[in-house]
T-cell receptor, first 113, second 111 residues
């Protein structure tokens, strides 16, 4: 059963703590993306990766970090430098970058304690 | 920087009518425009893609138009049903690597 998965569904972060959101896909897609969605706002791009071991910053990369060691996996770390991390985080993948259909995961809701 | 605007208010229509959602953009020349559906608490789901050289695209009860002169796309759902109630997002992309999403329009179809 192909698809894109994210875990956990809900994540709680304490002050000063780094947390990592998981994103895995078995669609054999080259491109992967991380977005943040806040109420009443569109999706904003945090990071994207076109190929293994390569990634680029999106519009709001500050306070976040990523890695792309495997084609299937693109984890996002929300660092303590991100002062307003409460949001809905969406991971997506596409066969190739550049206008291709994006397939989204179910999302992770991050809350700050 | 690029700006994408969708219907600023939620749209309520009667079942069976045609819903029309708008997506306007500035400071950008997209090669592609896409429409997604998003249900509460879930990830967006792709619906339709239209390229800059295409005027119209259809898929079952859905129709998308793309006017690069007006910098506008219209998304139509004909014979709307309560199950069509959701938030609809438009997204622009170039032949580069980034997608830009609008804020979305919330559609409610009233039985």
């Amino acid at each position: 059963d192909g698809g894109i998965t994210q875990s956990p569904k809900y994540l709680f972060r304490k002050e000063g703590q780094n947390v990592t959101l998981s994103c895995e896909q078995n669609l054999n897609h080259d491109a992967m993306y991380w977005y943040r969605q806040d109420p009443g706002q569109g999706l904003r791009l945090i990071y994207y990766s076109q190929i293994v071991n390569d990634f680029q910053k999106g519009d709001i990369a500050e306070g976040y970090s990523v890695s792309r060691e495997k084609k299937e996996s693109f984890p996002l770390t929300v660092t303590s430098a991100q002062k307003n991390p409460t949001a809905f985080y969406l991971c997506a993948s596409a066969l190739r970058s550049g206008g291709e259909t994006q397939y989204f995961g179910p999302g992770t809701r991050l809350l700050v304690l | 920087s690029q700006k994408i605007e969708q219907n600023s208010e939620a749209l309520n229509i009667q079942e069976g009518k045609t819903a029309t959602l708008t997506c306007n953009y500035t400071n950008y020349s997209p090669a592609y425009l896409q429409w997604y559906r998003q249900d509460p608490g879930r990830g967006p789901v792709f619906l339709l893609l239209i390229r800059e050289n295409e005027k119209e695209k259809r898929k079952e009860r859905l129709k998308v138009t793309f006017d690069t002169t007006l910098k506008q796309s219209l998304f139509h759902i004909t014979a709307s049903q309560p199950a069509d109630s959701a938030t609809y997002l438009c997204a622009l992309a170039n032949t580069g690597n980034q997608f830009y999403f609008g804020t979305g329009t919330s559609l409610t179809v009233i039985p």
